[in-house]
């Protein structure tokens, strides 16, 4: 049954990337380097850069990553005790595909959006919650829609992790999903680019609650910046 699955698999992938669509559309958008670094008290003091090597096994072709830091909240550490303040930093990763197609890397799937939830547990995290949630913010084509919701764990470290693929126009969240939707796009549409959303809150004490409040007060500023740079 799996030996008929992947024949298929291949099949349909040759017949759509020699037979229905032979050249990509690349739509116009800004550059992450565009993006704004802050938002409110909200402020990325500096962007990060992933290692070259990293950053070709993505196959990513644009990408932002850096750590926002609520402000007022930082500020108000002398007159609040430690324990009271909650969680002020949110962790955003923005990385752009402008295909998903490359000839050079055999069709469909050569540079195709790595799952996080695969990517984690190979960088030592520990999956410990996982659902599909509804999201409604504006900014996001569609709303309400389905993402991601991940609890991980490293140690005594846990963190919340939203994610979702924001692609041609939708956002999607389970990877069988995007996998179809991405042949029928390349096939009707000529196109393939998409990108990963990510954002991720540190969990202070086990209090999921906090960092659920961190997570969305910060996207409610975060999240409406998207379509300039992931076009519909």
Request: net charge neutral; aromatic share 12%.
């Amino acid at each position: 049954m799996r030996w008929c699955v992947a024949l298929l698999f291949l099949g349909l992938n040759f017949y759509i990337y020699h037979f229905l669509a032979t050249e990509e559309v690349y739509p116009p958008r800004k550059h992450f380097s565009d993006f704004p670094m802050s938002f409110g008290s909200w402020l990325c003091p500096q962007r990060e850069h992933m290692e070259k090597e990293v950053e070709n096994n993505l196959g990513v072709t644009d990408y932002i990553v850096c750590t926002y830091a609520n402000l007022e909240a930082l500020g108000r550490r002398n007159n609040v005790a430690e324990e009271a303040i909650r969680p002020a930093l949110v962790g955003v990763y923005l990385g752009y595909h402008e295909s998903q197609a490359r000839k050079e890397a055999g069709g469909i799937g050569g540079s195709m959006i790595h799952p996080p939830a695969h990517c984690l547990p190979g960088s030592g995290w520990d999956i410990i919650s996982a659902q599909v949630v509804p999201l409604d913010l504006k900014g996001l084509p569609g709303a309400p829609v389905a993402v991601n919701r991940l609890v991980i764990a490293k140690g005594d470290a846990r963190q919340l992790v939203y994610y979702w693929y924001q692609e041609r126009g939708q956002v999607i969240a389970r990877d069988w999903q995007k996998i179809l939707d991405l042949f029928w796009s390349r096939a009707t549409k000529h196109r393939t680019d998409g990108a990963l959303v990510r954002f991720t809150v540190p969990v202070i004490r086990n209090d999921d609650k906090t960092a659920e409040q961190v997570f969305r007060e910060f996207a409610q500023y975060a999240v409406p910046q998207l379509p300039e740079f992931i076009p519909n």
